[in-house]
């Protein structure tokens, strides 16, 4: 299965990570154990802040930006 998250408002709140950030990674880590993609959709302009986040969460799936 393919997962895409959303960055604002999702995996970043206000423009910071979320305090629970280490839980989120945790639980992305376990899914991508269970064989599941995960990346990221948002209509933000592909630039450091995007891969900045994709690698922060350690995914491992497609990188959708600008829609």
């Given amino acids: 299965m393919v997962i895409l998250f959303d960055i604002d408002e999702t995996l970043l709140i206000e423009g910071e990570y979320p305090d629970n ?10 899914l991508m154990k269970k064989g599941h993609v995960l990346g ?3 209509f933000r302009p592909f630039d450091e802040n995007v891969r900045g986040v ?3 969460y ?5 990188l959708i930006t600008e829609g």
């Fill in 21 to 30: 950030k280490d839980n989120i990674k945790l639980l992305m880590t376990d």
């Fill in 40 to 42: 990221i959709c948002t």
């Fill in 54 to 56: 994709y690698k922060e």
């Fill in 58 to 62: 350690g995914l491992n799936g497609p």
